[in-house]
């Protein structure tokens, strides 16, 4: 019987049993998220003594080398280009609308407020879809008079907008009314149909209603509020504004889809590459579902490093 071999192999099998052992202990020590990915590891290693390890090593290795190779950041975009929506008719709101002189003599205090701020969003809405049809149109007689269709909307805007701003001061708790502010604001900046001074001065607003939002409401403030304060900001580059979105974001809305997105504007904004590449690697190791634009990046980045 030959044993000239047994006992290199029985030495490979302990020590691949050790570095398994190792590892299985060292992902108590990581972050929750990852902590699976490591113990699946682990015990692929003790299942595939040698081969496992080596075949782990390798594309480390691998992925090593394509990482040290120059990114080309040109091929890196953000476009905030829409798509426009066809979204069906919210039958159950509508079929409740009735006249407010009615509803104020037969209803309750709650619905008539639910009425009152249901017919505020929807034709706060309307108006803005009347913008973005004049805007969007390719008929030469509907161009020649878009510009003062979108003058008389922008000035209702305007005067909607300190109107409902005015409300919301008058009771600053009021979370239905806050979110509705913010929402129309948001939706008439992403327009940019104002003046670059009128423009800057109306985020700063939004930010003062987000503040209002904040110190008031804090919980309803989604990843997605942080997200649009963030890109505002940095539309008009006051980093320092949008640095802390950022961190309160960071905060307060961790591990979601839209606070790795304002992180990665961020970075990506300013330039800082290595922080960029170092989110993106984080949220590429996390279970969130992505979008289109951060599978793009995950694309372009597996292609170009």
């Known amino acids: 019987m030959y044993t000239s071999g047994l006992g290199p192999a029985l030495v490979i099998l302990v020590l691949n ?16 998220e990852g902590r699976s990915t490591i ?13 496992g390890l080596i075949y782990i090593l390798s594309s480390h290795f691998l992925n090593f080398l394509r990482r040290s190779k120059n990114v080309d950041m040109s091929e890196v975009s953000f476009s905030q280009e829409r798509e426009k929506l066809i979204l069906p008719p919210d039958s159950e ?12 003599a037969v209803s309750d205090t709650s619905s008539l407020r639910r009425l009152v701020l ?8 309307k108006t803005i879809s009347y913008i973005r049809v004049a805007m969007n149109s390719k008929d030469t007689e509907v161009s020649h008079y878009a510009a003062s269709i979108i003058m008389d909307a922008l000035s209702e805007c305007r005067s909607t907008t300190q109107n409902m701003i005015e409300q919301m001061q008058k009771n600053p708790e009021d979370v239905d009314m806050n979110l509705l502010v913010f929402e129309y604001i948001y939706d008439i900046l992403c327009l940019k149909i104002m003046n670059d001074i009128e423009q800057r001065s109306y985020i700063y607003i939004l ?12 919980w309803y403030m989604t990843a997605t509020h942080y997200l649009w304060l963030t890109d505002m900001f940095l539309s008009i580059k006051d980093y320092e504004m949008a640095d802390k979105w950022v961190k309160r974001a960071g905060i307060y809305r961790s591990q979601m889809l839209d606070t790795y997105k304002a992180n990665l504007h961020f970075y990506f904004e300013q330039k800082n590459y290595s922080a960029f590449f170092e989110c993106l690697n984080e949220l590429r190791n996390t279970d969130i579902v992505v979008d289109e634009e951060i599978l793009n990046l ?3 980045y597996k292609t170009v490093n």
């Open 93 to 104: 709101t509508e079929m409740n609308y009735v006249p407010i002189e009615d509803a104020m």
């Open 298 to 300: 995950f694309r372009l």
């Open 17 to 32: 049993w050790l570095i398994s052992l190792i590892i299985f202990v060292g992902a108590f020590f990581q972050k929750k």
């Open 118 to 125: 249901d017919t505020l969003r929807n034709n706060a809405r």
């Open 207 to 218: 930010d003062n209603v987000a503040e209002n939002l904040f110190a008031n409401n804090l």
């Open 39 to 51: 113990f699946i590891l682990s015990w692929f290693i003790f299942i595939v003594p040698l081969v």
